[in-house]
């Protein structure tokens, strides 16, 4: 260890040689003896009544060892019910009152479909291609029934209901209140009010889901490989719906290729292909194909927000109106999570005396929504942000400075909002200096030398977005630190890497807190036979949370160390000092006993080892959070836009951060530009089409658009980090700010390059069709035309 310590150096991920080097270990990589695939039959419908599910043709196909029916697999194995879907902390029904209403989800489709791509049936063959064969001869009879896809449509009386016996699609609803808006409004100088929708896109992991399973022939205890976030969490979902002790199943999450939360969730195949396993008693593989992922994987961000601004004279803004419409799709498998992230992020980095927010959550027949990369917050800070820059044109200031006018100030920290977040305490933002951020933002973009390229043709504009992140969220989360005697350092912690770089940053922070070499360090993660509990890598919580339950462990063993090192050496420990992991008294460096050696001292073989201590160096930990930290951001875009074409040619793209104290500031940059670039995409890009019928029209990469790095801009990040106050390594969650603030700074740049010609952006992504319709739309209304689009 250097003496100076390594957090806070950009030290080189270790992961990266072997997976580099093609040396990762995937699910699809493992295939046990024996192993049969596992293939899916589809709803073709949105919406449809199951009237017949024959398999006996399927059955008799070459290869088949099995098929199941949603009749047998409801026969066979629980719903999936998820305890989260039903957590209301008392303070926040106490807040907002909400209506949370949780269906369970068949693993398998029985006698209704709710959406295209629902699971009916499931084959298992010797091979994908046998299984895939065999479901072309499953005769499934379906009885058409209307479908409704537009969430706003899903509200209106008359509309087709996913849930008959709820009388309306309306899964979760509250209100909240704070100052006075009504007065407000009527009292203020400038208002706006608008309407924006955030269209859905989904994480496209470069791997796909996907799920091994094999039961011990000698035990019966069943080992699940699975591309997951929360390895403990799915093995006690499995455990629950498959009727076994938690600790006769070990969940492995082995390297897995991204994430973004889409995996945090478990889904129906997850449940199936153990169960396939247990019943068939041999080992059942399923990777899912990039149609499947599309269709079947959860989506995000898809809200529609009506919102309104109220401000006086000098751009003091007065009080926030929002009306807020979230697409659950056909089941809300996490309850409040998404929705109530996008009202408590409503706010962002501005002190806003008066709130009145209205938010539905409603079912449709389209795919499921779920946490994805922000998980509610791109859809809040889109239209907050886009509402900001309409305020500014109302009162005709610069976008920038109405902002910096109404932010938070760092003497008003730690700050109090009035509103509750999920996890039941009160929101408080704890640190940071919001306007510090903006000004950075701004001096790091330097757009004033490419605004001046400006001209009739190729119009430059400046966009800008700022957020607040609560990250770290609880409620625990498990580590343990074990010295071998051989001298090396094994972390165990509860979460599960996704390509984040854990190895690397939680290895930093066991070497500082125990006093050795980084290089000595091994982290593991991952493995529900690794530690007993555990919760997952979601919600940008894991340095938080593990980094300080190995903290908290690593001095633990450390001081324990210094113990039976003062013993064996036969000194005071007040007079030892550990460095590059070993003991010298003080003064005396020439003296040294390693840690390996106190870690040998301790075996149960060495008959003078102290009595009373136990036959490991080592120690556990759980950290629970008295509630989160806020990270924050600001965005600045600046882009080209061709008016002949509507293309949009991103030039510069610039963000100031605030994460807390940086463990390793590499990785960390590397976290913000990756969220950038998928925030990019969500932007000008991707976007997940349904038809009216509920027809998924971007099922595959022909359709559905991703940048690749040909479309990155130039990037310039810059930090102004401030020490969170509420966890000992004052560190802040990282994962998701960066695809927070795309999708408003690029609309407002758009917006702000063609504001001559009257245009309004309301909703992405902002290809070259829809931006040249903006310009169309925006021409015919110069010329006393109504312009309808995004209204």
Known sequence: ???????????????????????????????????????????????????????????????????????????????????????????????????????????????????????????????????????????????????????????????????????????????????????????????????????????????????????????????????????????????????????????????????????????????????????????????????????????????????????????????????????????????????????????????????????????????????????????????????????????????????????????????????????????????????????????????????????????????????????GVGPFESARVTVEPSGRVVVRYGGASQGQGHRTTLAQVAADALGVRFEDVEVRGGDSAELAQGFGTIASRTLVLAGNAIAEAAGEVRERAKRVAAEMLEISPDDLELADGAFSPRGSPGTRLALADVAGFLSPFNPARPKGEPAELAAGSIYRPSTVTYAAGVHVAVVAVDVATGVVELLRYAVAHDCGRVVNPAIADGQIAGGVMQGIGGALYEELVYDEAGQLVTGSFLDYLLPTASEAPELRLTHHDVPSPLNPLGVKGLGEGGAIGPPAAIANAVEDALLDLGVVVREGPLGPSRVRELIREAERASQGKVNTVGS
């Open 1 to 471: 260890m250097a003496p100076e310590g390594v957090v806070g150096r950009a030290l080189p991920r270790v992961e990266d040689e072997r997976l580099l080097r093609g040396g990762g270990r995937y699910v699809d990589d493992i295939h046990p003896e024996g192993c049969v695939e596992a293939a899916f039959l589809r709803s073709p419908f949105a919406h449809a009544r199951v009237t017949r599910v024959d398999l006996s043709e399927a059955l008799r196909a070459p290869g088949v060892a099995g098929a199941f029916d949603g009749a047998q697999a409801a026969a066979l194995a629980g719903p999936l019910v998820f305890d989260m879907a039903r957590i209301v902390p008392d303070p926040v029904r106490r807040s907002v009152d909400p209506l949370v209403r949780v269906q369970p989800m068949p693993a398998l489709a029985t006698d209704r479909v709710t959406y295209v791509g629902q699971p009916v049936a499931m084959v298992i063959a010797e091979s994908r291609y046998l299984a895939e064969d065999a479901l072309q001869l499953i005769d499934v009879e379906y009885d058409d029934l209307p479908a409704v896809v537009d969430p706003e449509t899903a509200l209106e009386p008359g509309a087709p209901l996913l849930e008959p016996e709820w009388g309306d699609n309306v899964a979760i609803a509250f209100n909240f209140r704070k100052g006075d808006a009504d007065a407000a409004f009527a009292g203020a100088h400038a208002t706006i009010e608008e309407r924006f929708r955030s269209h859905r896109y989904t994480a496209a992991p470069i791997e796909t889901r996907g799920v091994v399973a094999a039961l011990d022939p000698f035990d019966g205890r069943l080992t699940v490989w699975a591309s997951s976030q929360t390895p403990h969490l799915m093995r006690d979902f499995l455990a629950g719906a498959l009727g076994y002790a938690p600790d006769r199943v070990r969940v492995v999450a082995p390297d897995v290729g991204g994430g973004f939360g889409m995996k945090g969730s478990i889904y129906p195949e997850d449940l199936l292909v153990p169960m396939a396993a247990r019943e068939l008693r041999r080992p059942v593989k399923w990777i899912e194909d990039r149609s499947e992922d599309l269709a079947a994987a959860t989506h995000g961000r898809e809200q529609v927000h009506r919102i309104e601004l109220a401000a006086d004279a000098d751009g003091r803004i007065l009080a926030l109106r929002d009306d807020i419409v979230h697409n659950s799709g056909a089941f809300t498998t996490l309850g409040l999570v998404v929705p109530y992230n996008s009202f408590t992020h409503l706010l962002g980095p501005y002190d806003i005396e008066s709130v009145d927010v209205r938010m539905r959550a409603v079912l449709t027949n389209t795919g499921v929504t779920a946490p994805f990369r922000g998980a509610g917050r791109p859809e809040t800070v889109f239209a907050v942000e886009r509402a900001i820059d309409r305020l500014a044109r109302e009162l005709g200031m610069d976008p920038a400075e109405l902002r910096e006018r109404n932010m938070v100030r760092p003497d008003q920290m730690p700050y109090a909002t009035g509103l509750v977040y999920r996890d039941g305490a009160d929101q408080v933002y704890d640190s940071g200096d919001y306007p510090a951020l903006l000004r950075k933002a701004r001096e790091v973009v330097d757009a004033g030398e490419l605004r001046a390229r400006s001209t009739g043709e190729r119009r430059i504009g400046v966009g800008y977005a700022a957020y607040t992140e609560g990250t």
